[in-house]
């Protein structure tokens, strides 16, 4: 039961981030307030309340974007467990060409009262259709 409920918790958030739908994600992060964001070239941020901001801000931007996710694997233990998907972000266009990001992020999850909640997210630039091909 556990390691379902851990996998519902992770499906639920990244269909929050895929769906825009913040208050979705905000109840899928820790109750504490603690929640570590890892991004390429950015500085990290350690609280639920970044986090959010982040993503309010994402999702209020025009351009229409598409989040394709997939559970690679898990760990799950008694009281943490690590997910690691890939995931690949697409818009439609950027400068004129279709614009695509795959990744792949990291993500622990502690149960907290009995429930999952995110905890870190750390995610890893694989390509860009953007990145110089030599």
Do not use: C
């Not at 959010?52 to 467990?81: S, V």
């Not at 009262?113 to 995110?118: A, L, N, S």
Request: no cysteine; hydrophobic share 35%.
């Amino acid at each position: 039961k556990s390691e379902m409920d851990f996998i519902e918790t992770m499906q639920k958030h990244l269909n929050a981030v895929t769906n825009k739908d913040l208050a979705t994600l905000k109840s899928t992060l820790s109750p504490n307030g603690n929640l570590q964001l890892i991004l390429p070239k950015t500085e990290i941020t350690n609280t639920v309340h970044d986090f959010i901001e982040y993503h309010k801000n994402w999702f209020a931007i025009e351009t229409p974007w598409t989040f394709d996710t997939k559970i690679l694997n898990t760990e799950i233990g008694e009281e943490f467990g690590i997910a690691i998907t890939e995931i690949i972000y697409r818009e439609p266009e950027r400068d004129g060409k279709p614009y695509f990001h795959r990744m792949h992020v990291s993500y622990a999850l502690q149960k907290i009262d009995g429930y999952w909640y995110i905890i870190k997210d750390h995610a890893s630039s694989l390509e860009k259709s953007t990145d110089k091909t030599e």
